[in-house]
């Protein structure tokens, strides 16, 4: 569901679903999209001024909403381009020196920067400064994600992979790799999934994802509420 005031231009949204409350907060999604908190309530307004309490209002369990993470190609505010060049002649008894100053700005390109001085007296001096950043690859409006992997957990690779096939890549555990349109999921099996003893709170909205569409990783999760071994 896609909240109404949720900007026009949204290139990419992802899901948050109820179980994920407490574990996911504004600030992970905003890492992990490479955004800030501010520019997400900006595409998001129904965030409001407690963006972490909104960010899962009435949510419960499975259930879910569409967060716009990117608009255009990139996840936040036009990058610059910016050139000065600084030129200095001083009138001296053995030379002069000029002065000129040119920038140029062209958004959303990326930035760089490099900067170079020499001196001798009373020869000109010239400075250039430049500096740079590369977006996040673009993806088309309206797409999710499609493809995802874990970040540093083998445990977790099957889980990530399931679940952000079908637009559901928890930011933590999971990372997206590649995004498209929305994939329809499994059918809703109504299986309850839990994490097995012992594992830590990354695993429960994974674990209750893929035991609801179908899939029961046992190395990871168990239809069990105490976290015993699926038998």
């Known amino acids: 569901m896609i909240f109404p005031g949720t900007t026009p231009s949204c290139s990419c949204y992802t899901q948050i679903r109820g179980f994920d409350s407490g574990f ?120 999710v994600c499609i493809s995802g992997s874990d970040t540093g957990n083998p445990n977790q690779a099957g889980l990530c992979s399931f679940a952000c096939h079908y637009g559901y890549c928890p930011a933590g555990p999971c990372i997206c790799l590649a995004y498209g349109a929305q994939v329809p999921e499994p059918p809703i099996t109504g299986v309850a999934g839990y994490p097995l003893a012992g594992l830590d709170a990354s695993y429960i909205g994974l674990c209750s994802f893929t035991y609801n569409h179908g899939y029961y990783p046992t190395g990871a999760c168990t239809s069990h509420p105490d976290g015993s071994p699926q038998t």
């Open 24 to 143: 996911i907060t504004c600030e992970d999604l905003a890492d992990d999209f490479r955004t800030t908190v501010a520019t997400l309530r900006a595409w998001n307004p129904w965030l409001g001024a407690d963006c972490n309490a909104n960010l899962f209002a009435n949510l419960t369990g499975d259930t879910d909403r569409a967060l716009c993470v990117r608009v255009g190609n990139g996840t936040g505010p036009a990058t610059t381009t910016t050139t000065t060049t600084a030129t200095t002649t001083l009138a001296t008894g053995s030379g002069s020196v000029t002065s000129t100053k040119t920038s140029s700005s062209t958004p959303p390109a990326s930035v760089t920067s490099t900067k170079t001085s020499s001196s001798t007296p009373p020869a000109s001096v010239t400075s250039t400064k430049t500096s740079s950043s590369t977006p996040p690859a673009s993806s088309a409006p309206g797409t």
